[in-house]
């Protein structure tokens, strides 16, 4: 691919973005996709994503708040958005504005929707969120506690538009018995609110309960809509429920600013928590927790120089981190892969995650604004972008 060199940079390949868009469709030929692409697009950068995403035909994309909805109205995406969490209803003006759909998840959060609707002149269209055990937002559609009363009271709301339905899995990424029979009994839930609605003669408009595991777990289940999130990105829910094929769309790269020879009995870094114990060749690398790289990786994790696998020694630094390249041509200038290939190794956000105890999910969301995203489709840098 067109190089492309920063201190510290990533780089976003939109043909594996389109590649795995297609191996999930391939999974659910009969389903629409609303594209998730909060948290600026998993830390991918949400606005290229969503704008190659929706050159591919998507045509609806879900975020977490309006300001994430309004950045992409902004950058001219024209599908349906969908606001998963909470706005102000002091914002309602600006969800019409904007065409922005809603998720109302309380009796109290709609009520108060309604009225700001109601005092502004404006209808503001909405999916209703069902709890069926994730206990986050949702109206609960558990056995304990079934609110089909507050739900058929949405609809005397005269400023709510109600569009759709859904919930969210909380287990899915697990193949074990108990998880898998919990995320089965959250559909029944789910299936049994719906049709309940729909036998009372309520309009539920279309329905949605698959996230990046639930596509895998209940392939067969076919609803109006599915939520991708961190698949579209080439990561997968968990070790135990993976798509097949899935390309990881971003790379983590760095340089290195200098390289210097130690003597044994030297100590490196913070708290002084690595001593060399032989002549070891250090290189210096312009990335650090500031950046987005995890301050637990000191003294246990590894990045690729020139094709081959070295640790990283010392504490990882805000700005800064150290590693050991003895042996192994390093120099000045030299790329650092953090995530991604060099030569026939790779190092994925999956494992690096996992060898710290979190998922990759947080990693590569964690990866921070002061580090450009550079854009590239069929090898060519199109686009850079630096928050």
């Known amino acids: 691919m067109q190089p492309y060199t920063k201190r510290t940079w990533t780089e976003i390949n939109l043909d594996c973005l389109e590649h795995n868009y297609h191996q999930i469709k391939a999974l659910l030929p009969q389903t629409d996709i609303i594209a998730t692409v909060k948290a600026d697009g998993y830390g991918h950068c949400a606005e290229p994503v969503a704008r190659h995403l929706q050159e591919l035909g998507v045509h609806f994309f879900s975020v977490s708040n309006i300001d994430e909805a309004t950045a992409l109205r902004d950058d001219q995406i024209q599908g349906d958005i969908l606001i998963l969490g909470y706005t102000p209803v002091e914002q309602a003006e600006e969800l019409v504005k904007y065409n922005i759909i809603q998720t109302v998840f309380s009796p109290?959060?709609?009520?108060?929707?309604n009225l700001a609707a109601q005092k502004a002149g404006i209808?503001?269209?909405?999916?209703?969120?069902?709890?069926?055990?994730?206990s986050r937002i949702g109206f609960q559609a558990t056995q304990s506690c079934?609110?089909?009363?507050?739900?058929?009271?949405?609809?005397?709301?005269?400023?709510?538009?109600?569009?759709?339905?859904?919930?969210?899995?909380?287990?899915?990424d697990s193949t074990e018995e108990g998880p898998r029979n919990f995320t089965l009994h959250q559909k029944q839930l789910f299936d049994q609110m719906i049709q309940q609605l729909q036998q009372k003669g309520y309009h539920t408009g279309v329905s949605h309960i698959q996230n990046s595991a639930g596509i895998q777990m209940l392939q067969g289940n076919h609803y109006d809509l599915a939520r991708p999130g961190i698949v579209l990105y080439g990561l997968h829910p968990s070790g135990q429920v993976t798509i097949p094929g899935l390309k990881p769309v971003l790379q983590l790269?760095?340089?290195?600013?200098?390289?210097?020879?130690?003597?044994a009995n030297v100590t490196v870094g913070y708290s002084r928590t690595f001593t060399t114990k032989k002549a070891t060749k250090i290189a210096t690398v312009c990335i650090g927790y500031a950046d987005g790289w995890p301050r637990l990786l000191s003294n246990r994790g590894y990045v690729l120089v020139n094709g081959q696998k070295v640790p990283i020694i010392g504490n990882v630094c805000m700005d800064q981190l150290m590693l050991d390249v003895t042996g192994i041509p390093a120099k000045q200038g030299d790329i650092v892969t953090l995530i991604g290939k060099d030569g026939n190794l790779e190092i994925t956000a999956d494992q690096v995650a996992e060898s710290i105890g979190t998922i990759g999910y947080e990693l590569v969301c964690q990866i921070s604004k002061r580090v450009p995203r550079a854009i590239y489709q069929n090898g060519k840098l199109i686009e850079v972008i630096e928050y």
């Not at 609809?155 to 859904?166: A, D, N, R, S, V």
């Not at 790269?253 to 003597?263: D, F, G």
């Open 108 to 113: 109290e959060f709609a009520q108060e929707l």
């Open 253 to 263: 790269k760095s340089v290195i600013s200098m390289v210097k020879e130690i003597e």
């Open 146 to 172: 079934w609110e089909i009363g507050e739900i058929e009271r949405l609809y005397h709301y005269p400023h709510l538009k109600i569009e759709g339905y859904f919930t969210h899995l909380c287990h899915a």
């Open 123 to 134: 209808t503001v269209r909405v999916h209703v969120a069902l709890d069926t055990g994730m």
